[in-house]
Every structure is written in structure tokens, then in C-alpha cells.
């Protein structure tokens, strides 16, 4: 079954680019169980137009992944068979989901689903009595559906319309018998007998115990986009077992939370856009507590034009208060804080609830003359890089409070009225200084000297930082100087012709998100390409091929020395280790 899926799944990825369908709605929403942790959905038809218009096809990405090698040839003639002989109708959206299920202590389940749809079952059908993988297998039918169990804990669950590939992993770790002490190897699981069961869920369930039921989901679809994404916390409920305490309230937090999100690729960038879903309670505490937008002061005067990552975000402090009260945990909490002299209240309200870190100058450099100490170090490179992390204060006595704490714990040191890095943290490399205005957090002195100075100017673009005004957190990355900076310390890696086209293809990401607006709290992902004009996914077939290529050669490489060193195959030991 590995090896099949070694062909399905790349052909799924790249089928979906190039098909057409036009958007009806998700009628396979009743397949998925609403406890699903996550969705994603590809729509085929939205991506047609933009690769065909850009001169992409199925077979010219595959001429660029498969040379004319024994072993190449065969490859394709596989992807083929899949592509044109399975019964797979290319033109209709394809879904992924994955659940989880069950907690450590009983043993934990993952599910992955790739849900498809088919032009000709008994085509399907034929194609896999046909497929030496399942040749042996036999298959059942159900009442609605079709099903061949394969080996690997997966199945194949197919009807007139559908096909659906479930993988089913459950892990069990033995528990620990505190009387007998010893360890107790849990009995062994029939995970073939729940893997039926789980499919059958697929084919029987109500309406609302799948995601047709979740308006969240069916509504994503109203925006037309060459993607989707949808997360759940209802799957998480399940670990709440695990708590040391019972806190009946947690679930009440926890349930009915959802985010949505549309990916559609457009000239020049890949636009992500979404929106998280709260239920009732934690509206309300999100509504009470509103928050600023982010200070880009704190950013403004970072000591470097060479900015590799910003993180800011800003938040009322008090919110904290409200999920504890929510969770009648404030008292509690308290009572067992009081002993260190000081309360929750003194945690919280000891910052403002501005955060801004920042991350410059990544790369490889050469160790000083005087710090090579062998041949190794006269030509190796060691990573470099400078940061900053500000936060600034809020309360000032019970910020006081809690640094003298730390102080009599050792960690920190206590200069005046200022706080520095213990022997602990310098050990780690790491700079900290602390007064009763700003908590920062440095990558060296230096750095921090340079930053809190107030005459430096960091080189941000106008377009970014307008981007940044009014929200309530942001995140920016520069993909192609990190990986310029990175990409000299490792020319002859096996993937450094993908690293080229990376650092060609991508230029940077920015990201923000909004305070909750009363319904939801919507955000923006953006991935910036060097070329500004060509549609994104164009853009981005080129990489893919590229790291297909570099994972052929880098595998083949490995095949070639595995030979070279065991001529008559891997010894079992070695192999199964």
C-alpha cells in the first residue's frame, strides 16, 4: 500500500491543478465528520484557467520530473495508469481532512481522509482488481458503499459518486501500575474492526454530526477561491480526560470554535484570507476585553537593514482575567500564589500587552582568526544573527514584584533598579535588561545598546508598515535574504537547485490580523513572489518541480550508495532500525 500511495498522492496534488469544475457547493460535506481537527478542500476548476493561460500542462510538468532513465520510465507509466485508467473524475474538487481521537492515556487515534470523486466506479473498481497492490485484497460491499481494506491500517471506501482513502493510526503506550510498579503492555487493539467502523461512520452519519451541519464551513464557499481551509476545536475536547482537575467550564470555552480560510493565487502573490469563528462565551469575553492595535514604534528603531522577521501584537491584559473568571479558576489560582507573595492579577497586569520581536542579520559567517582552533573551524561556517524582544511594562510595583521573585530564584540578577541576565542566561548566549518601563530580551549587548539608543532607523518599506497600522498583530518574513543568507554555508547540498528557486520565486510574507469585529476576527496572509506579474501558481510550479527533481536525484543518490556498500541488499537489522 506504501508504494501505491507513492504514486496516488503526487498525482492527486498535481491533477488538481489541472481540471475545471465550476463551484456547487461542497455535497461531500456529509462524508466528513464535524469532530474533524481540519479540512482542506481544492477547487481544480479555479486553478485551470490561470496554469493553461501560463502554458502549463500535466505533461509538461511531468517531462521536467521524469528523465528517460529505466526507473523514470516506469514511474510515469505508474502515474499514468493512475491519471487515465482509475476512474477518477479530475474535473471535481478533492478533500483532505484529519481527526484525532482518544488522549495518551487510552491510546490516541489520527485519521486522514483524501476524499475524491469518481467518473466510472466500475472503471475504479477494475482499476483496482488490476493494481498489483490490490489484487489480493478482497472486496466487500456494504449497503451504500463499496470497501477494500489494504495493509498499513488504510482503506479504500468508494460509491457510485465517491471514493474516500482512509489512513488509520492508533498508538498505545504501556501505563505504569503504581501498586504493582511495573508496566502494563495495554491488550492488544482490533484496529481493523474500529477502522470499519470509522468508514461506516462516513456513509451513515446524521447531517448534524457532518460538517453539512457546520455553517462555518458550508459558508466558506460563498467566496469563490482556488482553496480551502477549515480548523475545529471540537476534536481537542476528547484530551480534556487528561486534566489533573475537573474543570467542567474548559469545554464550554473550548467547543464549537472554528476558523475558515480562502487561498486563492493571484498576480504576483498568494493571498490567504480568513476568519475565526467564536462560540457565544468566548465572543462575549473577547467583546468585553478588546484590545489596541499594534505600536510600531517599537519596531521602527531596530538597528539593522537587513530585517529577516517582525512579530508585533498588542492585547488588553485584563482579557486573561475574564477566561479565568469564565472558568471560576481566579480563586484558586490565588490561593496557591500566595505563598510567593504575589496573585495572578500581579502576572497580568505586569506587562501593558504590547509584544514586538524582531530577527535580523540570519546567515552564515567565518569564526574569527583567533577562534579557529583546527582545520574543522578554519573552514566551517557558524550561524549569526541578531534579535530583539520588547515588553514593555505595565503595572510597575507588580512587575517589581515578580522580577524580585525571580531574583531570589537565581535565574536573574538585580542591579539597582534594573534587572540583567543571570549566569544561566549568559551561559545561553542571551542578553537581557529590564526597568520599570521596558523588559527586553537581546541576541548580544550590542544589539540592545543600538536599539533602545533611539538613533538608528530600521529599513522597513512603507508598503509593509502600512500594511501593519490598525491591527492587532502582524508577522513579516523575508524569504529570499534568509535563504541568501543561509545558502553559502551549504553549496553542496543535494536540494541547493531548489534553494535557488526558492529564493527566486519567493520574496517575502506578511501577515495580519484584526480585533474580534462582534462576529469574528478576520486576518490576512500574504506570500509576496519576485515576479509581480505572473499568476502565482504559474510561478510556483517551477519550485515544485524542482524539489520533485531534487528529491529523485537525492534518493537515487541514496539507492546508488546503499548498493555500493551492501551489494546483496540491507541486512534486516540495519533496515528495520
Known sequence: MKSALRYILPVTLLMVI?????????????FIPKTASAVIVLDPGAMQDKLT??????????????????????????????????????????????????????????????????????KFESWIKGHKEFSSKTISKEKTYSYL???????????????????YNYTQRPSYDTVAMEFKVPEKKNVDADLKKEVNTYYT?????????????????KDKADGYV?????????????????????????????SSATLSFEAGKIVAKSATYTNPIVSNILKQYAGPTVNLSMIERYPSDKINGIMLASFNPEIFSGFLKQ????????????????????????????????????????????????????????????????????????????MDKVVELGYIRKEGNTYKSGELMSILGVYMHADDKNLVIASDSLTYTQYMSNKNQAVISNDVLNRFKG??????????????????????????????????TFKDIIGTSDNFDGKSVKGVFEVRMQNEKQNSLVTLTSLLTDIAVDMRVAAKKQKELEEKMFPGGIPAIIRTN
Request: hydrophobic share 35%.
Open 230 to 258: 477549515f480548523t475545529s476545536s471540537n476534536s481537542s475536547l476528547s484530551a480534556l480526560s487528561m486534566l489533573p482537575l475537573s474543570l467542567p467550564k474548559v469545554e464550554e470555552l473550548m467547543k464549537d470554535n472554528y
Open 471 to 504: 491591527k492587532s498583530t502582524v508577522f513579516y518574513f523575508d524569504i529570499a535574504n534568509t535563504i541568501g543568507g543561509f545558502m553559502n554555508g551549504n553549496a553542496a547540498s543535494d536540494y541547493n537547485k531548489s534553494m535557488r528557486t526558492a529564493k527566486e
Open 205 to 221: 452519519q446524521e447531517k448534524d454530526a457532518s460538517m453539512a451541519g457546520v455553517q462555518a464551513f458550508t459558508s466558506m464557499f
Open 327 to 402: 472558568l471560576e479558576m481566579e480563586g484558586l489560582i490565588n490561593g496557591r500564589l500566595e505563598k510567593a507573595g504575589f496573585t495572578i492579577q500581579d502576572l497580568y497586569k505586569s506587562l501593558k500587552g504590547e509584544i514586538a520581536v524582531v530577527v535580523s542579520d540570519l546567515g552564515f559567517s567565518q569564526p574569527e582568526p583567533q577562534q579557529k582552533t583546527d582545520e574543522e573551524d578554519m573552514t566551517r561556517k557558524k550561524p549569526l544573527g541578531k534579535m530583539i524582544f520588547n515588553a514593555p511594562v505595565g503595572d510597575k510595583a507588580s512587575f517589581t514584584k515578580l
Open 149 to 167: 481494506l489494504a495493509e498499513d491500517n488504510t482503506m479504500l471506501s468508494w460509491t457510485d459518486k465517491n471514493v474516500i482513502v482512509t489512513i
Open 53 to 122: 493561460s501560463g502554458g502549463i500542462s500535466v505533461d509538461t510538468l511531468f517531462s521536467r520530473i521524469f528523465k528517460n532513465d529505466s526507473s523514470d520510465t516506469e514511474d510515469r507509466k505508474k502515474l499514468d495508469d493512475f491519471r487515465n485508467n482509475a476512474g477518477i473524475d479530475w474535473k471535481k474538487q478533492l478533500f483532505f481532512s484529519f481527526s484525532q481521537k482518544g488522549n495518551l492515556t487510552d491510546g490516541n487515534t489520527t485519521v486522514m481522509n483524501i476524499m475524491g470523486s469518481l467518473s466510472d466506479a466500475t
Open 18 to 30: 489541472f481540471t475545471s469544475c465550476s463551484n456547487k457547493g461542497p455535497r461531500e460535506a456529509a
